[in-house]
């Protein structure tokens, strides 16, 4: 029977004593007479979590959420952390002395805990009294006694300052400047699997369309997708996404009509700030969507007099069953799963260019899918299939200039082919026409960090983050790689490791963790990451790593590379 947790999320300061070894909180770091390991923060948690339930079954589904709150992790994640703590302790999975599997249930710390409280600020200040006293009887001359007793006064108010800011440290709401608004996925009331696609296509169109304007900030799609599906109350979404405005919608589709209801929600009292229902002919789609789009940001910028704000966005296509293509492509390409979905993608936005060869944004997300096939290492003639990408966007550009997904398209063809001053050109000019697209401030923040300029790469990486939340794995890596250029060697951990508590089987996030692990001198947790990294793939080459990072200054290679040297591998 598995029981709730005692244990909070963060660690507390403190000491465990759990069967012969000692593990101390406040350093992660876990001790017996012969060794001391330091343990990555999360499996420091993990321990936590155990150790405040010993003797008790904890679920996999509760250690998932102590230990990795609020992130979209597998179920190997856990089952990785598991296997460093067993390794730490060198314990046996088949004869267990300190952490027991319960098959399909969860884990059993079986070892005895015995908790180790620390001293108070009081109980230190009379240690620190009654060795000053001792120390004075036989050495200390009367004004040296003085000194320390003024430095002991020092001390405890400085403790008492420090206990009060802890308690009044309560992090602040990230605010933005600009009016903040997150586009929720809308509903499907009839709940029709084939109108899914539908749904999801106006919600894209919607965020497309609102991301545009410079005087909003627009949550990303990844993190708005997050919640399709979940029962949450906007307040806490709000809160999470860090928006002021909500828009929500509900779609039914009846033959060649459709109604659409859509609300924007003021989280802050609940209240509407806008609300409509369009009942259209589905050919009339683009134009409903383009008016709640200019609605909105009329509600939000309160310009309603002011036509520049309500200017209509370009119509994508005249041609309803070419654009059906389109948001039916999107909705398998966006799964982001298979070669299979990838093929279905192409071949659906093929259809759209078919049925309209002016459709400049079929062209720029079929030159998506290439990337996507090369990155994936699913063609044979890698070098064809980014040409081929780069010719679809720069068609798309051709066919229209402001569109700023093949600017973004584009560039990723050209950093994949290795043509890094052409990929920044591109990153930028798709920053100038999406401001808030989160994927564009990644691009544009790896090719500055290349390039030798961090500290802005750094800021673009920290600005996606914000617009997007709920960010896939790839945000942390580039995060980590930035603060590693700068020498910032516990932060780099810190990123990578979230990383990795995404996407535990990515061989790239452990290599970089392993090279920050060493340069900032922690030589045993890098030797762990080489380990684990040698294991599951020994034919493992810094030669070839040394190849795959196009850093601009060759001493940025030799820092990297170094690490991993100094990591123990070869």
């Known amino acids: 029977m598995t029981t709730s947790l005692k244990l909070a999320t963060n660690i507390t300061p403190g000491s465990l004593q759990i069967g012969e070894w000692t593990f101390d909180a406040s350093t992660h770091r876990l001790k017996n007479e012969l060794e001391q390991i330091k343990l990555e923060p999360r499996v420091a948690q993990l321990l936590l979590c155990l150790a405040e339930n010993e003797d008790s079954v904890v679920s996999r589904n509760q250690l998932m959420d102590k230990v990795w709150p609020g992130m979209v992790v597998g179920d190997e994640a856990l089952t990785n952390a598991i296997n460093k703590l067993r390794k730490a302790f060198g314990d046996n999975r088949q004869n267990p002395q300190i952490i027991e599997t319960i098959p399909k249930v969860g884990y ?77 996925p809308f509903d499907n009331p009839g709940e029709d699997p084939r109108l899914e696609y539908f749904t999801d296509g106006v919600t894209d169109d919607i965020i497309t369309h609102l991301a545009k304007n410079p005087d909003l900030i627009v949550v990303a799609r990844d993190s708005t997708f997050f919640y399709k599906n979940k029962i949450l109350d906007l307040s806490t979404i709000a809160e999470k996404l860090k928006v002021g405005h909500i828009l929500r919608g509900s779609i039914r589709r009846n033959g060649d009509r459709f109604v659409i209801n859509v609300q924007l929600v003021n989280t802050k009292d609940g209240t509407h700030t806008w609300a409509e229902q369009f009942s259209q002919a589905t050919e009339d789609l683009i134009k409903v969507e383009n008016e709640i789009a200019r ?161 802005v790469g750094l800021e ?85 790593m040394e190849e795959a990072f196009p850093f601009k200054d060759p001493a940025e290679i030799r820092h990297f590379v170094d690490g991993l040297r100094l990591a123990g591998l070869k």
């Open 108 to 184: 059993r710390l079986i070892a005895p805990v015995r908790h180790i409280s620390p001293a108070t600020p009081e109980q230190q200040a009379e240690s620190i009294i009654e060795t000053t006293t001792r120390a004075y009887r036989n050495y200390l001359t009367a004004a040296a006694l003085i000194t320390i007793f003024i430095a002991l006064f020092l001390y405890v108010m400085w403790r008492q300052y420090d206990a009060s800011d802890q308690q009044h440290d309560t992090p602040a709401m990230n605010t933005f400047e600009k009016p903040a608004i997150a586009v929720l």
């Open 295 to 455: 609605s909105v940001v009329a509600a939000l910028l309160l310009r309603q007099d002011n036509n520049a704000a309500l200017q209509p966005v370009a119509m994508p296509t005249s041609h309803t069953q070419a654009h059906d293509y389109l948001m039916l492509g999107r909705y398998h390409f966006y799964k982001f799963t298979s070669k299979a979905e990838n093929i279905k993608a192409q071949n659906l936005f093929r259809e759209a260019i078919e049925l309209d060869p002016e459709y400049a944004l079929a062209y720029a997300m079929l030159g998506w899918t290439y990337i996507f096939e090369a990155m994936n290492g699913w063609t044979d003639d890698r070098a064809a299939v980014l040409k081929r990408a780069e010719e679809l966007a720069s068609k798309a550009i051709e066919k229209q200039p402001e569109l700023p997904l093949p600017y973004y398209v584009r560039g990723l063809s050209f950093r994949e082919q290795g043509e890094y001053v052409k990929a920044l050109v591109e990153a930028e000019t798709a920053l100038k026409y999406d401001p808030n697209n989160a994927n564009n401030r990644v691009l544009l923040a790896t090719l500055l960090y290349y390039a030798g300029r961090p500290g």
């Open 460 to 544: 673009r990486i920290k600005e996606a983050m914000q617009i997007n939340p709920h960010h896939p794995y790839n945000y942390h890596f580039h995060l980590g790689q930035a603060y590693f250029v700068l020498r910032q060697y516990d932060e780099a951990i810190d990123a990578f490791q979230q990383g990795i508590a995404s996407n535990p089987a990515s061989e790239r996030l452990h290599v970089w963790l392993a090279a920050s692990f060493a340069q900032s001198g922690d030589l045993d947790s890098a030797a762990w990451e080489a380990d684990n990294i040698l294991t599951s793939n020994p034919e493992f080459s810094v030669t070839r």
